[in-house]
Every structure is written in structure tokens, then in C-alpha cells.
């Protein structure tokens, strides 16, 4: 396990997958990541990688070849090196492998960086493209923040804050998590010109994720109608972006996507899914998001 740590923030991450499974706030000693209990989702804040969601049939047609691939890719499943430590910095990196390339045949380093600066927790992604081809690839973050954050509120108390007074309209997922095609719009509350509110249910997320393809907003923010403690998630390099939780479950997924699931129908080669991205050879591609505790 490694740990980094400043005056405001106590920060752990595990080098299977790469995840992050603690943000301390120091001051108020709140513990603000789900905890993983393994009975409701066992997962803290897993890193997807080579994809982002579910592909059809549980595969990737790459050059008229298919490799099986799990859904969210397998990152979250692989062990990383730690290949720099420090008091407030880590890298974590996962190069290509004989069993990697089963499910992803290019030759690469996938690297994530953590970053602490005051109270704020810098992740980024960074792929190194080793190959003599194109990469094709997914990437995103999974994020699950404990809700409530003190004893004796409800998580009704919360609410999400959009940066940018905006219609909100989901993307229909199907059972089998893919999209179909339809479209809901969300109901929020506008308090003022410049802000909107996504109110915290428990059945919220009945339907599975919220997803947003078209939004405007590149910050949100976590905040209670009790007090002003807060944590916000900014992800400027990226387009989409996935709020989910179990239903009545005490957390919620804020989460920043380049890449997403397949939508019904036939499936397509890599390099025609939707938002795929591309590194060439020789390059390196890199995507950066904050974590912010106030």
C-alpha cells in the first residue's frame, strides 16, 4: 500500500489496479472514498482501462480479430508496479504482457499518476503508445464517495452541484448495460441562474447509471443542506461523464469517462466505437482529473 499524505489530506492507493481505497480530510478526520464492503459493491475507485463499460459479446474487434475483454477493461484486475513514491507523489504503471495482449494486442505502458497539492488529489492517466500501429483505447475513473459524510445526516441531505445552469438528459442503458439508443431528461432544481441541483435519492439510480454525453459542466460537486463541507471531481479533458450507486446504497460514483459502453446492434471495429481515442506510435497520450476536499 502506498500512502501519501500533506497537512490536508491522507491519501492511500493499492497497486492492484492501481485504485485508490482511502481520502482522509484531515482536519475533520472524514474518510470521504466507500469503503468497499463486499456485500453491497466491493470496489473503491477502480481505474478502466482498456475500455470504459460493456462491449458486445464481451469483445473487442481489433484488425478482423476478436479478444475477449470484461467489461471495464482489465486494469482494475492487474497489478501495477509503483515505479515512483514520494511524500505527496506516486506513479503506478502496467506494461503490455503475453497475458495483456490476449485481450489487447498492442504493446504499451499505462501509467497512473496521484499528485497532492493542499487539498486537492491530482489523478492522471498516461499511456505510452510502444507499438508500430495506432492504439486504440478507453480510459476512465470509478470513483465511489461515501455518502453521508458525518454520522447522524441521511443522504437525502445531499445533493450534486452542476458548475453550469444546463438540461440534464441521461442515456438509456439496457439491461445487459449497453446503450439503446433513448434518451431521459433528469429532474433537477434550479436555486439560482448559476447553479443547479441533482438531488441524492436512494432509488436515483433504479434505472442503472446516469449518463451524460452532452454536458457543458466539467466540474460537480458533493454537498450536504447541513453544513459546507464539500468535495468536488473537475474533469476537463473529459467529454462524458457517469453518476451511479447501488440503489440505497450510502455512496456515489462520480465519474469522468473518455470512452463508454457499446450501444445495441452489431458490433464495430476499435477504432469506430464511440469516443475511442488514439495514441500514435512513438507518442504518449495524457488526461488529468482533480479530486478537491473543502
Given at each position: 500500500?502506498?500512502?501519501?499524505?500533506?497537512?490536508?489530506l491522507?491519501?492511500?492507493?493499492?497497486?492492484?489496479?492501481?485504485?485508490?481505497?482511502?481520502?482522509?480530510?484531515?482536519?475533520?478526520?472524514?474518510?470521504?472514498?466507500?469503503?468497499?464492503?463486499?456485500?453491497?459493491w466491493?470496489?473503491?475507485?477502480?481505474?478502466l482501462?482498456p475500455?470504459?463499460?460493456g462491449c458486445l459479446?464481451?469483445?473487442?474487434?481489433?484488425?478482423?480479430?476478436t479478444?475477449?475483454?470484461?467489461?471495464?477493461?482489465?486494469?482494475?484486475?492487474?497489478?501495477?508496479?509503483?515505479?515512483?513514491?514520494?511524500?505527496?507523489?506516486?506513479?503506478?504503471?502496467?506494461?503490455?504482457?503475453?497475458?495483456?495482449?490476449?485481450?489487447?494486442?498492442?504493446?504499451?505502458e499505462?501509467?497512473?499518476?496521484?499528485?497532492?497539492d493542499?487539498p486537492r488529489l491530482?489523478?492522471?492517466y498516461?499511456l505510452?503508445?510502444?507499438d508500430?500501429?495506432?492504439?486504440?483505447?478507453?480510459?476512465?475513473?470509478?470513483?465511489?464517495?461515501?455518502?453521508?459524510?458525518?454520522?447522524?445526516?441521511?443522504?437525502?441531505?445531499?445533493?450534486?452541484?452542476?458548475?453550469?445552469?444546463?438540461?440534464?438528459?441521461?442515456?438509456?442503458?439496457?439491461?445487459?448495460?449497453?446503450?439503446?439508443?433513448?434518451?431521459k431528461?433528469?429532474?433537477?432544481?434550479?436555486?439560482?441562474?448559476?447553479?443547479?441541483?441533482?438531488?441524492?435519492?436512494?432509488?436515483?439510480?433504479?434505472d442503472?447509471?446516469?449518463?451524460?454525453?452532452?454536458?457543458?459542466?466539467?466540474?460537480?460537486?458533493?454537498?450536504?443542506?447541513?453544513?459546507?463541507?464539500a468535495?468536488?471531481?473537475?474533469?476537463p479533458?473529459?467529454?462524458y461523464?457517469?453518476?451511479?450507486?447501488?440503489?440505497?446504497?450510502p455512496?456515489?460514483?462520480?465519474?469522468?469517462?473518455?470512452?463508454?459502453?457499446?450501444?445495441?446492434?452489431?458490433?464495430?471495429?476499435?477504432?469506430?466505437?464511440?469516443?475511442?481515442?488514439?495514441?500514435?506510435?512513438?507518442?504518449?497520450f495524457?488526461?488529468?482529473?482533480?479530486?478537491?476536499?473543502?
Amino acid at each position: 500500500m502506498t500512502t501519501l499524505e500533506n497537512d490536508y489530506l491522507r491519501v492511500s492507493i493499492r497497486p492492484k489496479g492501481a485504485e485508490l481505497t482511502s481520502i482522509v480530510h484531515k482536519p475533520t478526520d472524514i474518510e470521504h472514498l466507500w469503503q468497499a464492503d463486499p456485500s453491497v459493491w466491493g470496489w473503491h475507485a477502480p481505474n478502466l482501462f482498456p475500455v470504459v463499460g460493456g462491449c458486445l459479446n464481451n469483445q473487442l474487434l481489433i484488425d478482423g480479430k476478436t479478444y475477449p475483454i470484461e467489461r471495464h477493461g482489465f486494469a482494475r484486475q492487474s497489478l501495477f508496479d509503483t515505479t515512483e513514491s514520494t511524500t505527496n507523489h506516486a506513479i503506478f504503471s502496467l506494461r503490455s504482457s503475453e497475458e495483456t495482449r490476449v485481450h489487447f494486442p498492442y504493446t504499451f505502458e499505462f501509467q497512473i499518476l496521484y499528485e497532492l497539492d493542499g487539498p486537492r488529489l491530482t489523478i492522471t492517466y498516461r499511456l505510452v503508445n510502444e507499438d508500430e500501429q495506432p492504439i486504440f483505447f478507453s480510459v476512465g475513473a470509478h470513483p465511489a464517495f461515501a455518502v453521508p459524510f458525518e454520522s447522524g445526516e441521511n443522504y437525502e441531505d445531499y445533493f450534486i452541484e452542476f458548475e453550469q445552469v444546463e438540461p440534464l438528459e441521461t442515456h438509456m442503458l439496457s439491461s445487459a448495460g449497453y446503450f439503446t439508443g433513448e434518451t431521459k431528461p433528469v429532474p433537477t432544481v434550479e436555486v439560482n441562474t448559476s447553479e443547479r441541483r441533482l438531488a441524492l435519492t436512494k432509488h436515483l439510480f433504479d434505472d442503472d447509471a446516469l449518463v451524460f454525453k452532452n454536458l457543458v459542466a466539467r466540474r460537480v460537486t458533493i454537498r450536504s443542506d447541513k453544513h459546507n463541507h464539500a468535495l468536488s471531481v473537475e474533469y476537463p479533458a473529459f467529454p462524458y461523464l457517469g453518476v451511479w450507486a447501488k440503489p440505497s446504497a450510502p455512496f456515489v460514483c462520480i465519474e469522468p469517462w473518455l470512452g463508454c459502453a457499446d450501444s445495441e446492434g452489431e458490433p464495430k471495429p476499435i477504432q469506430q466505437k464511440e469516443a475511442i481515442q488514439q495514441v500514435e506510435p512513438g507518442r504518449v497520450f495524457e488526461a488529468a482529473f482533480w479530486i478537491d476536499v473543502s
